[in-house]
């Protein structure tokens, strides 16, 4: 066993037995007013999702505690993103998959941070949608050049990282014209959780498998982002301007 895989299994087994300590404190079945509204239901179900959201206070009161602003996790998760990507391309998919998965908690922290302190604005909203986009693409881009010499996973990476984009503007477009879209089985906590755990399952995965060679979970991973992310967007396509066409009656 990895020294890798070993640090990943001790945080998940911390992970399930804090599990029924959140569940007995019946924190579950109490809405988060630190929660976004516009968030969408998350795949894995509202109990993950709220759990997670516990886990991550005492980060929470730690930042407010010293003052810590939204904007520095902003600027966090896409350095994050962006230093996953450089790990990919350069082999490194464990530490690539760590990358993503630490941005994507420096995600969740800036709007609880920005709603915490009451300064959720335009402004941040902007510079938290346009700095995840940098983040997305930047460890696509990693994928990419890690997957160059095979076609079929780079035109995966590839649908994957425009299906990611087309998802995220689908929405956008739709919110600046009035109608709110969060729908679909492929958001960003979905997007960040595949690739994270991707990563630093491949190695592992490709020594049980038997094959050796990166990407052996790396690989099917994008190919269900890619399904996954374009189905989305078409999906978010059709119910927007549907719902915009029936405004116009």
Known sequence: MTPDLKVLLAILAIAFLSMPLYGMSGRARRPDPLESAARGPFLLGGFLKSWFQWSVRPLERASLALGIGPLLYNLLGAALGIAAGFAFGSGHVVLGGWGVLLGGVADVMDGRIARARRIADDRGAFLDSTLDR??????FIGLAVLFRSSTLALVLAVTAMGGSLLVSYAR????SLGTLCNLGVMQRAERLLLVGFGGLLDPT??????????????????????I??????????????????RGGE
């Open 134 to 139: 940098f983040a997305e693409v930047g460890a």
């Open 172 to 175: 956008a477009r739709g919110e």
């Open 205 to 226: 995965i490709a020594v049980l498998w038997g094959s050796g060679r990166v990407g052996t979970l790396l690989v099917p991973v994008l190919g269900i982002m890619a």
């Open 228 to 245: 996954g992310t374009v189905g989305t967007a078409i999906f978010r396509t059709a119910w927007i301007a549907r719902e915009l066409g």
